[in-house]
């Protein structure tokens, strides 16, 4: 067996081997090399920008036409699509029934007419003969009453002929308003129902409006721009449908008269000529609102933002050339820009091209890297 003298003497020399190798192979740990970015300087600067809203386009009058009497459709004046004056005839409605009626009431008014100058005469004959104490106190009371009577008859039988004589009016139907006329709902010879039936739809043209709603914070802003009208530009209210942009501006009409408790939005109007027809009730479009605030924003590229959980960070270079993460707000997207609410000031600058390879504490260089010399040989050889 060893001794422990034996077994502490092979200890050192084990230990003094494994030490040598180690000194052999150890070399320095290579520096990180830093990683090429570009930094620029934050703008602040005066940023006008569109906040877009939802919006849908709406006559400003618009009208459900159906009869008034029942019947069948004798007459259709006017094409799919027409713009129509108002007191333009539209439809007509198999009037032999109703004019049948006025005829029978206007025979009825003229037999009423004569009972009523009947009872005139002979309550007039009546009166003369009780001054004379002729005649019984009786008949005279049963004259005055069916003279009454008939006067009662002839003021039935006018309003009757007034009645009957209306429903003959609404066998024609007329435009109540100028405007544009839609495809009909109905054909020569279909029977109609009164007030059920919708025979077509008419709505105004020249002016057309568009509706969308605005969050609740923003009442104060549009109840200005409402009472400022005189102080706004032709392009603070336009409206887009994709790339496009309708050639008119719009005038801001009216705000809603309540707050929708559920939405906690309320609705606002805008008013466009529409001279062309280039607008048609029921488009969906985008309203575009200028937001002419004088406060000046900080503009930083799209691209020198990163996310993270919901978060948004740039890198803002510090002392030895790295960089650390600054947590920003960010507000209106302008192009390829984005206004920074929070978290930068004038003075910073950030990093915009480089930002995927980097992390807290990363070692930057802003300096293109040399290009090898190709008469240099590689290293080890």
């Not at 930094?39 to 036409?65: R, W």
């Not at 994709?242 to 408790?261: H, I, Q, T």
Request: proline fraction near 4%; hydrophobic fraction near 40%.
């Amino acid at each position: 067996m060893l001794s422990k003298k034996s077994i502490t003497l092979l200890a050192s020399t084990l230990l003094f081997f494994l030490f040598s190798c180690g000194n052999k192979n150890d070399k320095s740990a290579a520096p990180v090399p830093a990683t090429q970015v570009t930094v620029e300087s934050v703008k602040f600067i005066n940023a006008a920008y569109f906040d877009e809203y939802p919006g849908t386009v709406v006559a400003l009058n618009q009208i459900e036409l159906r009869p008034q009497v029942s019947g069948n459709i004798t007459g259709v004046y006017f094409k799919d699509g027409d713009k129509v004056s108002k007191g333009q005839l539209l439809y007509s409605i198999d009037n032999q029934l109703y004019q049948a009626n006025y005829q029978q009431a206007v025979a009825g008014l003229q037999v009423q007419k004569a009972n009523l100058n009947k009872a005139q005469k002979d309550a007039d004959r009546y009166h003369e003969l009780d001054k004379k104490d002729a005649i019984a106190k009786q008949l005279v009371d049963n004259a005055d009453a069916a003279l009454q009577v008939a006067k009662e008859q002839v003021s039935a039988g006018k309003a009757n002929i007034n009645a009957v004589q209306t429903n003959v009016k609404y066998t024609k139907v007329y435009a109540p308003f100028d405007g544009i006329i839609g495809i009909s709902q109905v054909k020569v010879g279909t029977a109609v129902a009164t007030g059920q039936t919708i025979l077509n739809t008419i709505s105004t043209v020249g002016e057309l409006a568009v509706d969308f709603n605005i969050d609740q914070k923003e009442i104060y802003r549009f109840n200005k721009l409402l009472n400022d009208k005189q102080n706004l530009s032709d392009s603070t209210f336009t409206l887009a449908f994709g790339e496009d942009v309708y050639p008119s501006p719009g005038k801001l009409s009216l705000l809603d008269r309540a707050v929708n408790p559920q939405t906690g939005t309320i609705k606002a109007r805008l008013i466009f000529q529409n001279n062309k027809n280039m607008l048609i009730a029921g488009m969906n479009g985008t309203v575009r609102v200028k937001n002419n605030g004088g406060s000046k924003s900080i503009l930083v590229p799209y691209k020198a933002v990163t996310e993270q959980l919901g978060e948004f960070f740039v890198y803002v270079p510090g002392d030895s050339s790295k960089v650390s993460q600054r947590k920003v707000l960010l507000g209106k997207t302008i192009d390829k820009n984005v206004i920074v609410k929070d978290g930068l000031k004038e003075d910073d600058k950030i990093v915009v091209e480089g930002v995927q390879n980097l992390r807290e504490g990363s070692v930057i260089t802003t300096e293109a890297p040399k290009p090898q010399d190709p008469n240099q040989k590689p290293a080890g050889k």
